[in-house]
Every structure is written in C-alpha cells, then in structure tokens.
C-alpha cells in the first residue's frame, strides 16, 4: 500500500434543487465565503486557479486547481490537481426526492514533504482532518443554500 495515496468519497443530501447546488460548486472562487476549510481561492485563468486548505491541522495545503469538465446537463464539475495534492477531484449533482444528492470523490497523492514524512503514523489523523473538512463544506452549503 502506498501510505501517500488516498481515494475519498462523501456524499451530501442537501435539501435544495440540483440547478441552485451545481451553481453554487461550480463558483470556487467563492468557497472561501461558505467553506471555512477553503481559506483562499486565487484564478489563474478562465480554466484554473490556486487553492489553499487548512482544516483542524496546522498546516495548509495549496493546490493549482485545472478544469477537466464542467458538464451542467451532467451535473459534474471534476478538476485536476497539482502542488501538495497531485490527482483529481469529483462533484456529482443529482436529483434526489425532493432534494439533492451530491457525491464527492476524490483521488491524490500526496506531495508536501511533512506529509509524506508522517504517511504511515499520521494516516488516520489524515483521514479525520479531511472528514472535519468535508463537514465543514457540507454544513457552509447547507446555509448558502438557505440565503440563496
């Protein structure tokens, strides 16, 4: 097992339409306004950007985020990523009873040398960071979503 790569997966059930949540994913640069883990987005160009992380560790992660897709009929938004994460990322907005299911998904490895240092002893103290972060991002939504 490579103790540097990790493969994530969270799923939202957001209690709005698809159309309201994939306008709010597809803005990253407005993350930072509802996603407390998200302390900075930075455009590059039209297609990427930078982005920098910090969830209840001390220490950030910064990313130069590339658009891979954007298909609103679809409902994906999916980017790859370079910097301390090198991989992909993965938003999934559907339709679901009344509501919205989102799934995440999310494929790295990590490059930031501390991290790397640490994979073997920090693995699930890296895994629980990530989770306060996705909860972070889900509850910051869920209260966008309500002002929208």
């Known amino acids: 097992m490579d103790w540097c790569r ?4 969270s ?5 709005a339409e698809p159309d309201a949540v994939y306008a709010a994913l ?6 930072p ?3 407390p883990q998200v302390r900075e987005v930075t455009s590059l160009d039209e297609l990427s950007g930078t982005a920098r992380f910090r969830s209840l560790l001390p220490y950030d992660l910064v990313v130069t985020a590339r658009e891979k897709r954007r ?10 990523m ?6 992909w990322a993965r938003w999934t907005v559907t ?10 998904e999310q494929e790295v490895e990590v490059r930031k040398p501390l991290m790397r240092r640490l994979a073997l002893l920090a693995r699930p103290v890296f895994l629980l960071n990530h989770a306060l972060m996705m909860r972070g991002g889900r509850r910051g ?3 966008l979503l309500k002002r929208v």
């Open 95 to 104: 339709a679901d009873s009344g509501g919205t299911r989102v799934l995440y």
């Open 33 to 35: 306004n509802w996603w």
């Open 141 to 143: 939504l869920r209260q």
């Open 26 to 31: 597809e803005r990253a640069e407005d993350y």
């Open 82 to 87: 370079t910097g301390d994460l090198d991989g």
């Open 11 to 15: 799923v939202w059930e957001l209690a």
């Open 6 to 9: 990790y493969r994530f997966r």
């Open 71 to 80: 298909d609103p009929a679809a409902g994906v938004l999916e980017i790859a």
